[in-house]
């Protein structure tokens, strides 16, 4: 493992603490109806999540007819995790494309209308590893694990950093494209129009010379 110098360690911990945190997010879902999240991800970057429907009452049971549908697909449709009627789960995949992956869960239409809250907590790249396996398994002190921590996260930003950078390559190409459409377009819409006022003027000017009024 690269270990940074005195120079770069004050870089590697602004890095460190102007990371995001990841918290879970609640949000809720009427019976009968789809909610969708979504998450940008880069290709090959681990990701995992956990969801649970929150119970309305503490103490009790969760009712029978709190359960959701969840699916998670890839920006090309492909499902990576399904699971149907069910009060909680997980899912943990490596992606193989880059995009937005959706989490879309279904509450089952129920009389009368309840409205379900539904805890997700989804992480991806640096975040998604469990550092306390990690500290375990290499038997690594505490000083050590930190620094492996701001070097993945030093990593991962080199990545995103180009990840960004292709996205932005392919939107400027695209805007090219589309402005190079537009001109052709422009032109082509140009040249109708002087088309049609000729054809109008030829038109009129032989009307008016058979009325013999020019």
Known sequence: MMIPTNKSLPMFLILMFLWPK???VQFEVSSGHTKCIAEDI???SMTVGKYHIVNPNQGHPLPDSHKVTVRVTSTHGNTYHYADNVPEG???FETAEAGDYMACFYAADHKPPISLTIDLDWKSGVAAKD???VAKKGSV?????ELKKMYEHVQN???EMFYLRERE???QELNRSTNSKMAWMTGLSIFVCLSVAGLQLWHLKTFFEKKKLI
Request: negative net charge.
């Open 22 to 24: 990841v918290n879970s």
């Open 42 to 44: 880069k290709s090959h």
């Open 90 to 92: 997980h899912f943990a």
């Open 131 to 133: 550092w306390t396996n």
């Open 141 to 145: 002190d505490l000083m050590e694990l």
């Open 157 to 159: 930003i080199h990545d």
């Open 169 to 171: 390559e392919e939107m």
